[in-house]
């Protein structure tokens, strides 16, 4: 009867397995990232500054080839997964093989001096790169429109470089979380960011990597036009780029 029962115990617990790897594998989709509140860290580094940073975790995955590789550099309790089932959760072309199944947490951070805030950046790669140079600048709080792209959107969190852990990250209307503050909205006619008078606080606002900023958001708060000239021919720059420039005039 003892054999019988220790069966069943591990049928059981292999459903409950089966269960989550197909929970994480749904993690993909921001609807069941919002459903579970919980999303995916990949790679050493990232999962490593995860971890060391204190953030809740649920688990961290990694296959025996991943311990065959890192295993002496590890400081993490993990669960085993075959590298067939880590392909189907992991959102990475060449996977690692490890990563952090971590929970979306409410951040309550004071605000820095400057900040930054995003209309309608659609690239995945964009946002994280922003995300990565805000924290260089020691910018800790970026505000998104709604139509900006998640936060926890798998290939935002792995191009921040693990800046997400100190960056916030918020969405919500522009108008709303822009009143009261000084914006400096990046325009093609703008003043030359080159000669203004050096501000010591602000918000950089920067638009759509193709339409800019939207006249809604523009007619709605009160900004200071500003604008990087250029020498050439292109029409714009890509919005990490103008981030990153904007930053070194502005905040460095």
């Not at 000669?195 to 809604?216: D, F, H, K, M, R």
């Amino acid at each position: 009867m003892a054999q019988y029962f220790s069966f069943v115990s591990k049928i059981i617990n292999s459903l409950a397995s089966k269960a989550k790897l197909k929970q994480y594998q749904q993690l993909r989709s921001k609807k069941f990232r919002q459903k579970y509140g919980l999303f995916v860290v990949e790679g050493l580094k990232s999962v490593n500054e995860l971890t060391a940073s204190g953030w809740p975790l649920e688990t961290i995955l990694c296959t025996p080839a991943f311990l065959e590789r890192y295993g002496e550099k590890i400081d993490f309790t993990f669960d085993l997964i075959s590298s067939e089932e880590f392909a189907l959760i992991s959102h990475l072309a060449n996977p690692q093989e490890v990563l952090a199944i971590a929970q979306i947490i409410p951040r309550d951070t004071p605000v820095s001096d400057w900040q930054i805030a995003l209309d309608g950046i659609n690239d995945p790669g964009n946002l994280g790169t922003i995300i990565r140079i805000a924290d260089w600048y020691g910018i800790n709080t970026i505000y998104c429109s709604s139509n900006t792209v998640e936060f926890y959107n798998s290939k935002v969190i792995q191009s921040t470089m693990g800046s997400f852990l100190r960056v916030n990250v918020i969405h919500g209307d522009l108008t709303e979380l822009l009143t009261g503050k000084e914006v400096y909205a990046t325009l093609l006619n703008g003043e030359n960011i080159r000669t203004i008078t050096q501000p010591t606080s602000g918000v950089i606002l920067i638009g759509n990597e193709a339409n800019g900023i939207e006249q809604a958001t523009l007619a709605a708060v009160a900004h200071t036009p500003i604008t990087i000239p250029g020498k050439g021919n292109t029409e714009s720059l890509n919005a990490a780029m103008a981030a990153a420039i904007c930053c070194e005039r502005l905040v460095g």
